[in-house]
């Protein structure tokens, strides 16, 4: 079994940063691949970020691009998402998730998820 626990989230002024964790423990974590995810209030879920297990290629949603970057360490399985500039429209719970493989922009191919964190970006 796999475990992802998020942290960092909080609440942040436009123009902020944010640097949310996410711990993977359980099963070998190095040949999986990370996404993390996002849903506001009466949205979907949708894709921020990807990183392949040992972080060599990675994916960000256009929304994102230019002011968010993924990493990982893998000696402390550990999966990062730095958030810089924030908008209010990034407001939302973040989530982390694990797959075998390679990295997807759709959340039903994951096979395991974190409970989420709360992001807010005050105007």
């Known amino acids: 079994q796999v475990h992802l626990v998020e942290s960092g989230g909080g609440l942040v002024q436009a123009g902020g940063s944010l640097r949310l964790s996410c711990a993977v423990s359980g099963r070998t974590f190095t040949y999986y691949a990370v996404g993390w995810f996002r849903q506001a209030p009466g949205k979907e879920r949708e894709f921020v970020a990807a990183?392949?297990?040992?972080?060599?290629?990675?994916a960000y949603a256009d929304s994102v691009k230019g002011r968010f970057t993924i990493s990982r360490d893998n000696p402390k399985n550990t999966v990062y998402l730095q958030m810089n500039i924030l908008k209010p429209e990034d407001t939302a719970v973040y989530y982390c998730a694990g797959r075998r493989g390679y990295y997807s922009d759709r959340a039903e191919l994951y096979d395991h998820w974190g409970q989420g964190t709360q992001v807010t970006v005050s105007s």
């Open positions: 990183i392949i297990w040992d972080g060599s290629s990675t």
